[in-house]
């Protein structure tokens, strides 16, 4: 049994439609990237996963499994032990997701509890400066504050660690320190990762399985090196040959043509066939349903026939010096305004 | 060093604003129409009457000598004697002083009390779509209903129907603490509807602004209970515009308190200083607003403080990195 299991899961918001039936399975110990454009239902996907949406989202269809509970059916008491328990999230800006005026020694301690140690704590995410205990999160560098962050989550091992872009907001230094930090610490506590990013060659080189988002779907997933170095979906191929840290000298970049969708509702068909170059009639009218292709799972019509046609620039191996955050590809859709969290929950 | 800095420059400032208070308040009651002569001596009174009046109490100076006389007499203590009762002006506030303020100490504790559960509850309960608009129509009714209409309503209806409460009537509070309670409750009670209501409302909307930060949403994922959340991450960081709205309209419960003590018939700085703007008694008025200034002005420092202890990213001494 998965860890994890996301089925067919429908997020909505006032509007528009976050996510469109999207579906993951992450198995213990596992290490998934989630990849996609903004607006591609990443972030909601990962909130939905601890059910840390905005008051404004309302689950329409779908549920979501952790360790076999039903997240979105728990009772107040039941969702927030298993939260407790089972899950830990790092969120990508690292000095807002402190509280402001508390000092870090003190939020430290609220997590571990009396008789907790955290000194030992502070020392796992290699900040050995005592003074950070008594520092206000705004005292500290983003890179400072994103440790503490993951030192408060990961203190109680748990089972999945949710990491929405936790180095996105980061000198680009720093950012493969704080990567390293996370996964360091996963792999000791068998922690599980789910970690939602634009950075495809750093997903390609931490992660064991990618699941690529378009239009609030998964439509492509599968193990890491095979989808980025050969995808299966038009998508995803598309995604990376545009991803600028991947390409190589002389290798020109292709930007994804158009514009990523902002649903209202279902979308008919593929949700990418506006901006697909293969796409045919029954791609704009008909839902792709998963096909297999080698070990991936892909929702594409045209998968079986495309196998083997598509090609992309990624490689697994390990590119130094650290990676530049890609800019985005085509100007975001308006995220919906988070609205307030549901604290009774 | 910082500290000292700070201290110097807020009582220089501090010192430039009632100065400045002080020259307002003293040409605004001599600009009132009908002056001291006319309100003394009635309308029938010879304009060599009134002359003399005004002799006698050195109005027919000119009134940039008045007030230098005045000035020099405040910054030695002396507030002067009340033009009608000839009694000093400053033991006669003094010993009105803890009137209002025991009223508007009560009052300010019913809308931390009260305004701030409110506030919260309504904030943490609150509903996506519609709901809250009995609150806002409360809210709004408390913020708009006039003390005075709200007062004589309280007094009429207490009066003419035995409610067990007594209106029109006060007790010393060293004679009697429990019977000066039951005379007090009542005008705290329509002193405090103001704020309990602007301290609701806030409160509520600092709260909502804060359960949106990544923060709070960092704790619910960390499995943190509701009332866990409230006592950790939001009381503190909500505080900062309630903190400064209770300091503002505590010294602006005095200005109430005016209305209120006058309607319930309390002997109070309030009810002092209307008679005496009734009576163009200059000195009883001037003492007064200079009063209320310094009120204002000592608030303000308090808050400032406190801010600065609540939120470690505004304090005097922020900007110092650890």
Same mark, same amino acid.
């Given at each position: 049994m998965s860890l994890l299991s996301v089925r067919n899961l429908v997020i909505d918001y006032a509007r528009t439609r976050a996510?469109?039936?999207?579906?993951?399975?992450?198995?213990?110990?596992?290490?998934?990237?989630?990849?996609?454009?903004?607006?591609?239902?990443?972030?909601?996907?990962?909130?939905?996963?601890?059910?840390?949406?905005?008051?404004?989202?309302?689950?329409?269809?779908?549920? +979501?499994?952790?360790?076999?509970?039903?997240?979105?059916?728990?009772?107040?008491?039941?969702?927030?032990?298993?939260?407790?328990?089972?899950?830990?999230?790092?969120f990508q800006d690292p000095i807002g997701s402190l509280d402001p005026t508390m000092r870090v020694g003190d939020q430290l301690r609220l997590v571990l509890g009396r008789g907790g140690d955290v000194r030992?704590?502070?020392?796992?995410?290699?900040?050995?400066?005592?003074?950070?205990?008594?520092?206000?999160?705004?005292?500290?560098?983003?890179?400072?504050?994103?440790?503490?962050?993951?030192?408060?989550?990961?203190?109680?091992?748990?089972?999945?660690?949710?990491?929405?872009?936790?180095?996105?907001?980061?000198?680009?230094?720093?950012?493969?320190?704080?990567?390293?930090?996370?996964?360091?610490?996963a792999a000791e506590a068998g922690t599980s990762i789910l970690w939602l990013s634009h950075d495809l060659p750093a997903v390609a080189r931490r992660c064991d399985r990618v699941a690529v988002m378009y239009g609030g779907r998964v439509v492509e997933s599968g193990p890491a090196a095979q989808?980025?170095?050969?995808?299966?979906?038009?998508?995803?191929?598309?995604?990376?040959?545009?991803?600028?840290?991947?390409?190589?000298?002389?290798?020109?970049?292709?930007?994804?043509?158009?514009?990523?969708? +902002?649903?209202?509702?279902?979308?008919?068909?593929?949700?990418?066939?506006?901006?697909?170059?293969?796409?045919?009639?029954?791609?704009?009218?008909?839902?792709?349903?998963?096909?297999?292709?080698?070990?991936?799972?892909?929702?594409?019509?045209?998968?079986?026939?495309?196998?083997?046609?598509?090609?992309?620039?990624?490689?697994?191996?390990?590119i130094e010096p650290a990676p530049i955050e890609p800019a985005p590809i085509e100007p975001a859709p308006i995220e919906p305004a988070p609205n307030t969290t549901e604290v009774t929950a | 060093m910082r500290l000292l800095m700070w201290w110097s420059?807020?009582?220089?400032?501090?010192?430039?604003?009632?100065?400045?208070?002080?020259?307002?308040?003293?040409?605004?009651?001599?600009?009132?129409?009908?002056?001291?002569?006319?309100?003394?001596?009635?309308?029938?009174?010879?304009p060599e009457q009134k002359a003399e009046l005004a002799a006698r109490y050195g109005l027919d100076q000119p009134v940039f000598v008045q007030y230098g006389h005045w000035l020099a007499a405040v910054a030695g203590g002396d507030f002067g004697f009340s033009m009608i009762s000839r009694q000093p002006v400053g033991a006669e506030l003094l010993a009105r002083l803890p009137i209002t303020a025991e009223l508007t100490v009560l009052a300010v504790a019913a809308s931390v009390l009260l305004g701030v559960p409110l506030g919260v509850l309504t904030a943490v309960r609150a509903r996506p779509t519609g709901g809250g608009a009995a609150g806002r129509l409360l809210s709004g009714l408390g913020v708009s209903v006039p003390e005075f209409v709200l007062g004589s309503l309280v007094v009429f209806v207490f009066s003419r129907y035995a409610l067990g409460l007594q209106v029109g009537s006060w007790v010393p509070l060293t004679r009697d603490p429990a019977a000066n309670l039951a005379t007090m409750i009542l005008p705290a009670a329509v002193l405090s509807v103001f704020s309990i209501s602007v301290t609701a409302r806030t409160t509520r909307d600092a709260v909502m602004g804060v359960l949106v930060e990544p923060y709070v949403t960092a704790a619910v994922?960390?499995?943190?209970?509701?009332?866990?959340?409230?006592?950790?991450?939001?009381?503190?960081?909500?505080a900062t515009p309630v903190v400064t709205l209770i300091g503002t309209t505590t010294a602006y419960l005095l200005g109430g308190a005016l209305i209120v003590e006058h309607v319930f018939n309390l002997p109070g700085v309030g009810s002092y200083i209307v008679q005496a703007v009734g009576r163009r008694d200059y000195a009883v008025v001037?003492?007064?607003?200079?009063?209320?200034?310094?009120?204002?002005? +000592?608030?303000? +420092?308090?808050?400032?403080?406190?801010?600065?202890?609540?939120?470690?990213r505004l304090g005097v001494m922020a900007g110092r990195r650890a």
């Open positions: 996510l469109d039936g999207a579906g993951l399975e992450v198995a213990q110990g596992e290490s998934v990237g989630v990849v996609g454009e903004s607006g591609s239902g990443k972030s909601t996907l990962g909130s939905a996963v601890g059910r840390l949406l905005p008051r404004a989202a309302r689950r329409t269809e779908g549920e +979501v499994l952790v360790a076999g509970e039903p997240v979105f059916d728990l009772p107040a008491a039941r969702l927030r032990h298993l939260r407790r328990k089972h899950l830990g999230f790092v030992f704590h502070l020392g796992r995410v290699r900040l050995d400066d005592p003074r950070v205990l008594r520092a206000y999160p705004h005292q500290l560098s983003g890179g400072m504050a994103q440790r503490v962050a993951i030192a408060m989550a990961m203190a109680t091992s748990p089972d999945l660690l949710v990491a929405d872009e936790p180095t996105a907001a980061l000198d680009s230094q720093v950012r493969e320190e704080v990567s390293d930090v996370i996964f360091t610490l989808v980025l170095g050969h995808p299966a979906h038009p998508y995803t191929a598309a995604l990376a040959r545009s991803a600028p840290a991947a390409a190589a000298h002389g290798v020109r970049l292709e930007p994804v043509p158009g514009r990523p969708p +902002v649903l209202t509702g279902p979308s008919p068909g593929c949700a990418f066939a506006p901006r697909c170059a293969f796409a045919e009639d029954r791609c704009a009218h008909e839902r792709p349903a998963p096909v297999r292709v080698r070990e991936q799972d892909v929702l594409c019509h045209k998968a079986i026939e495309l196998e083997d046609r598509l090609t992309a620039p990624i490689e697994p191996a390990p | 420059g807020r009582a220089l400032s501090s010192a430039a604003t009632l100065l400045g208070v002080s020259v307002l308040i003293f040409a605004a009651v001599r600009l009132m129409p009908g002056g001291f002569a006319e309100t003394v001596l009635g309308p029938f009174a010879t994922g960390r499995g943190e209970s509701p009332w866990s959340i409230v006592r950790h991450h939001i009381l503190r960081n909500a001037q003492a007064g607003v200079l009063l209320a200034a310094g009120v204002f002005i +000592v608030m303000n +420092v308090l808050i400032d403080l406190l801010v600065g202890a609540i939120d470690p």
